[in-house]
Protein backbone atom coordinates (compact mmCIF):
# COMPACT_ATOMS: atom_id res chain seq x y z
CA UNK A 1 0.00 0.00 0.00
CA UNK A 2 1.02 3.42 -0.61
CA UNK A 3 2.49 5.00 2.39
CA UNK A 4 1.21 8.82 1.08
CA UNK A 5 -1.31 9.27 -1.32
CA UNK A 6 -2.35 12.49 -3.25
CA UNK A 7 -4.79 12.19 -5.75
CA UNK A 8 -4.67 15.43 -7.49
CA UNK A 9 -2.10 15.36 -10.36
CA UNK A 10 -3.26 18.68 -11.15
CA UNK A 11 -5.53 21.41 -9.45
CA UNK A 12 -6.23 25.09 -10.89
CA UNK A 13 -6.88 27.99 -9.02
CA UNK A 14 -8.25 31.60 -9.08
CA UNK A 15 -5.90 34.13 -7.63
CA UNK A 16 -6.92 35.43 -4.03
CA UNK A 17 -9.15 32.28 -3.74
CA UNK A 18 -8.18 29.25 -1.27
CA UNK A 19 -7.69 25.61 -2.56
CA UNK A 20 -7.22 22.62 -0.68
CA UNK A 21 -4.58 20.07 -1.67
CA UNK A 22 -5.46 16.36 -0.37
CA UNK A 23 -3.31 14.04 1.12
CA UNK A 24 -3.71 10.88 3.04
CA UNK A 25 -1.26 8.51 4.63
CA UNK A 26 -1.00 5.27 5.65
CA UNK A 27 0.70 4.03 9.00
CA UNK A 28 0.49 1.91 11.90
CA UNK A 29 3.12 4.05 13.90
CA UNK A 30 1.21 6.10 16.66
CA UNK A 31 4.06 8.16 16.48
CA UNK A 32 4.65 10.22 12.62
CA UNK A 33 5.27 13.25 11.31
CA UNK A 34 3.16 15.00 8.38
CA UNK A 35 5.06 17.77 6.37
CA UNK A 36 4.16 19.53 2.93
CA UNK A 37 6.64 20.90 0.43
CA UNK A 38 6.43 22.78 -2.34
CA UNK A 39 8.74 22.62 -5.01
CA UNK A 40 8.96 25.56 -7.97
CA UNK A 41 10.17 25.07 -11.41
CA UNK A 42 13.94 26.44 -9.97
CA UNK A 43 13.60 22.70 -8.15
CA UNK A 44 14.37 23.35 -4.78
CA UNK A 45 11.97 21.99 -2.20
CA UNK A 46 10.93 24.20 0.20
CA UNK A 47 9.65 22.86 3.57
CA UNK A 48 6.18 24.48 4.23
CA UNK A 49 4.04 23.36 7.66
CA UNK A 50 4.64 20.40 9.63
CA UNK A 51 1.90 18.21 12.02
CA UNK A 52 3.13 16.11 14.56
CA UNK A 53 0.61 12.87 15.34
CA UNK A 54 0.36 14.23 18.96
CA UNK A 55 -0.66 17.57 17.73
CA UNK A 56 -4.15 18.23 19.10
CA UNK A 57 -4.73 21.31 16.76
CA UNK A 58 -4.22 22.01 13.02
CA UNK A 59 -1.17 23.38 11.95
CA UNK A 60 -0.85 26.95 11.00
CA UNK A 61 1.94 29.02 8.87
CA UNK A 62 0.71 32.24 6.85
CA UNK A 63 -1.22 31.77 4.67
CA UNK A 64 -0.37 27.73 4.81
CA UNK A 65 -2.91 25.55 7.12
CA UNK A 66 -3.22 22.04 7.86
CA UNK A 67 -6.35 19.64 8.10
CA UNK A 68 -5.14 17.05 10.04
CA UNK A 69 -8.07 14.51 10.38
CA UNK A 70 -6.33 11.54 12.14
CA UNK A 71 -9.13 9.00 12.29
CA UNK A 72 -9.57 9.30 8.19
CA UNK A 73 -5.68 9.47 8.33
CA UNK A 74 -5.85 12.78 5.86
CA UNK A 75 -3.61 15.61 6.21
CA UNK A 76 -4.82 18.41 3.64
CA UNK A 77 -3.05 21.50 3.07
CA UNK A 78 -5.06 24.55 2.76
CA UNK A 79 -3.99 27.54 0.77
CA UNK A 80 -5.53 30.87 1.58
CA UNK A 81 -5.66 33.64 -0.45
CA UNK A 82 -3.89 32.14 -3.58
CA UNK A 83 -0.68 33.98 -5.04
CA UNK A 84 0.75 33.63 -8.47
CA UNK A 85 4.26 32.70 -6.99
CA UNK A 86 1.93 29.78 -5.18
CA UNK A 87 1.83 28.47 -8.68
CA UNK A 88 4.43 24.74 -7.58
CA UNK A 89 4.45 21.44 -7.41
CA UNK A 90 3.69 20.59 -3.74
CA UNK A 91 4.40 17.41 -2.54
CA UNK A 92 2.84 15.75 1.13
CA UNK A 93 5.31 13.48 2.74
CA UNK A 94 4.91 11.43 5.93
CA UNK A 95 8.08 10.40 9.14
CA UNK A 96 7.38 7.28 10.92
CA UNK A 97 9.62 6.63 13.82
CA UNK A 98 8.99 9.28 16.20
CA UNK A 99 11.70 11.27 16.92
CA UNK A 100 14.44 8.53 16.05
CA UNK A 101 13.01 6.92 12.78
CA UNK A 102 14.05 7.69 9.51
CA UNK A 103 11.52 6.89 7.43
CA UNK A 104 10.19 9.62 5.27
CA UNK A 105 8.02 9.28 2.74
CA UNK A 106 6.53 11.42 -0.24
CA UNK A 107 3.58 11.68 -2.32
CA UNK A 108 3.19 12.01 -6.21
CA UNK A 109 2.96 15.62 -5.70
CA UNK A 110 0.29 17.96 -6.92
CA UNK A 111 0.83 20.49 -9.41
CA UNK A 112 -0.90 23.75 -8.47
CA UNK A 113 -1.64 26.57 -11.38
CA UNK A 114 -2.62 29.99 -9.62
CA UNK A 115 -5.13 32.19 -12.91
CA UNK A 116 -4.31 35.34 -12.72
CA UNK B 1 14.26 28.21 8.37
CA UNK B 2 17.59 26.09 8.18
CA UNK B 3 19.91 26.71 4.86
CA UNK B 4 21.42 23.58 2.73
CA UNK B 5 23.43 24.68 0.05
CA UNK B 6 24.75 22.23 -3.04
CA UNK B 7 27.33 22.22 -5.29
CA UNK B 8 27.70 22.38 -8.04
CA UNK B 9 24.07 23.48 -9.22
CA UNK B 10 24.29 21.87 -12.34
CA UNK B 11 26.62 19.60 -13.97
CA UNK B 12 27.51 18.43 -17.55
CA UNK B 13 29.65 15.41 -17.73
CA UNK B 14 31.09 12.89 -20.46
CA UNK B 15 29.90 9.52 -19.71
CA UNK B 16 32.58 7.43 -17.92
CA UNK B 17 33.68 10.24 -15.66
CA UNK B 18 33.23 10.83 -12.16
CA UNK B 19 30.89 13.86 -10.62
CA UNK B 20 31.27 14.77 -7.16
CA UNK B 21 28.14 16.64 -5.50
CA UNK B 22 28.58 18.69 -2.11
CA UNK B 23 25.82 19.25 0.39
CA UNK B 24 26.39 21.82 3.27
CA UNK B 25 23.99 22.54 6.07
CA UNK B 26 25.10 25.98 6.32
CA UNK B 27 23.62 27.00 9.61
CA UNK B 28 22.81 23.91 11.51
CA UNK B 29 24.65 20.61 12.16
CA UNK B 30 22.61 17.46 10.43
CA UNK B 31 23.70 14.48 11.87
CA UNK B 32 21.74 12.47 9.35
CA UNK B 33 21.62 13.63 5.71
CA UNK B 34 19.66 12.47 3.01
CA UNK B 35 20.26 11.75 -0.89
CA UNK B 36 17.30 12.38 -3.40
CA UNK B 37 17.29 11.91 -7.12
CA UNK B 38 13.80 13.00 -8.75
CA UNK B 39 12.98 12.18 -13.08
CA UNK B 40 10.87 14.74 -14.29
CA UNK B 41 7.71 15.43 -13.10
CA UNK B 42 8.10 12.49 -10.68
CA UNK B 43 8.49 12.50 -6.86
CA UNK B 44 11.59 12.21 -4.80
CA UNK B 45 13.53 8.76 -4.64
CA UNK B 46 14.70 8.39 -1.82
CA UNK B 47 18.69 7.04 -2.82
CA UNK B 48 20.10 6.54 0.72
CA UNK B 49 20.53 7.81 4.04
CA UNK B 50 23.82 9.44 5.21
CA UNK B 51 24.94 9.50 8.53
CA UNK B 52 27.64 11.31 10.11
CA UNK B 53 30.70 9.34 11.21
CA UNK B 54 29.72 5.90 9.78
CA UNK B 55 28.33 4.29 6.89
CA UNK B 56 25.73 5.13 4.71
CA UNK B 57 22.82 3.50 4.26
CA UNK B 58 21.37 2.80 0.75
CA UNK B 59 17.86 2.25 -0.21
CA UNK B 60 17.33 -1.02 -2.54
CA UNK B 61 18.05 -0.61 -5.83
CA UNK B 62 20.39 1.91 -5.56
CA UNK B 63 24.41 0.59 -6.23
CA UNK B 64 26.63 1.94 -3.27
CA UNK B 65 29.60 1.24 -5.20
CA UNK B 66 28.38 3.58 -7.85
CA UNK B 67 27.28 6.59 -5.72
CA UNK B 68 29.20 6.72 -2.92
CA UNK B 69 28.40 9.30 -0.10
CA UNK B 70 30.99 10.48 2.66
CA UNK B 71 29.22 12.22 5.76
CA UNK B 72 32.79 13.21 7.48
CA UNK B 73 31.70 15.88 9.41
CA UNK B 74 27.73 17.57 10.50
CA UNK B 75 27.63 19.98 7.52
CA UNK B 76 29.09 18.33 4.95
CA UNK B 77 27.88 15.03 2.50
CA UNK B 78 29.08 14.07 -0.85
CA UNK B 79 27.56 12.28 -3.02
CA UNK B 80 29.94 10.64 -6.00
CA UNK B 81 28.48 9.11 -9.19
CA UNK B 82 30.87 7.14 -10.21
CA UNK B 83 31.64 6.08 -14.10
CA UNK B 84 28.34 8.17 -14.90
CA UNK B 85 26.36 6.67 -17.41
CA UNK B 86 23.27 8.69 -19.61
CA UNK B 87 21.16 6.70 -17.46
CA UNK B 88 22.56 8.77 -14.48
CA UNK B 89 21.37 12.05 -16.23
CA UNK B 90 18.63 13.32 -13.30
CA UNK B 91 18.20 16.13 -10.73
CA UNK B 92 19.97 15.34 -7.32
CA UNK B 93 18.71 16.81 -4.06
CA UNK B 94 20.36 15.95 -0.27
CA UNK B 95 18.15 17.45 2.62
CA UNK B 96 19.71 17.86 6.07
CA UNK B 97 17.62 16.50 9.23
CA UNK B 98 15.70 19.36 11.35
CA UNK B 99 14.96 19.25 15.13
CA UNK B 100 11.31 18.02 14.22
CA UNK B 101 12.19 15.22 11.81
CA UNK B 102 11.20 17.45 9.18
CA UNK B 103 13.87 17.76 6.30
CA UNK B 104 15.46 20.79 4.92
CA UNK B 105 16.12 20.43 1.27
CA UNK B 106 19.13 21.66 -0.92
CA UNK B 107 18.65 23.91 -4.52
CA UNK B 108 20.08 20.25 -6.07
CA UNK B 109 21.92 19.26 -8.92
CA UNK B 110 21.23 18.76 -12.18
CA UNK B 111 23.62 16.60 -14.07
CA UNK B 112 23.67 15.40 -17.27
CA UNK B 113 25.68 13.00 -18.21
CA UNK B 114 26.58 13.34 -22.38
Known amino acids: AQKITQTQPGMFVQEKEAVTLDCTYDTSDQSYGLFWYKQPSSGEMIFLIYQGSYDEQNATEGRYSLNFQKARKSANLVISASQLGDSAMYFC?????????????FGTGTSLTVIP | GAVVSQHPSRVICKSGTSVKIECRSL??????MFWYRQFPKQSLMLMATSNEGSKATYEQGVEKDKFLINHASLTLSTLTVTSAHPEDSSFYIC??????????FGPGTRLTVL
Open chain 2, 95 to 104: SGEGPVGEQF
Open chain 1, 93 to 105: AMREGGWTGNQFY
Open chain 2, 27 to 32: DFQATT
